[in-house]
Nanobody
């Protein structure tokens, strides 16, 4: 599967953005999907993950109650709605996919990655 993330941009603190990640290829519904982010000088970190059918999800503590992950298997797309953004959310955001079952918070457990989209939050 090939993944393409988009929707990043520059936003003021307190604002919102919605990221999208479109998958090419077949059987998108067979993939567990995740979002990760990497800020300059920092390691890539888990943001959110969603199960194959969208009924289960998980979040990093830092984004709980602010970010929402969702998916539309008919459109082969996973979304990340980001609200109440703060400068600490500034990073390149990556979507990831894997065929194995279960929500995954470790980047090493994802086999497929998108190219990343930059999110910059100004104070």
């Amino acid at each position: 599967v090939q993944l393409q993330a988009f929707g990043g941009g520059l936003v003021q603190a307190g604002g919102s953005l919605r990221l999208s990640c479109v998958a090419s290829g077949r059987a998108f519904g067979n993939y567990v999907m995740g979002w990760f982010r990497q800020a300059p000088g920092k390691e890539r970190e888990f943001v959110a993950a969603i199960s194959r059918d969208g009924t289960s999800n998980g979040y990093a503590d830092s984004v709980t109650d602010r970010f929402t992950i969702s998916r539309d298997n008919a459109k082969s797309t996973v979304y990340l709605q980001m609200n109440s953004l703060n400068p600490g959310d500034t990073a390149v955001y990556y979507c990831a996919a894997d065929l194995s079952m279960g929500l995954k918070i470790d980047a090493r457990q994802y086999a497929y990655w998108g190219q990343g989209t930059q999110v910059t939050v100004s104070s």
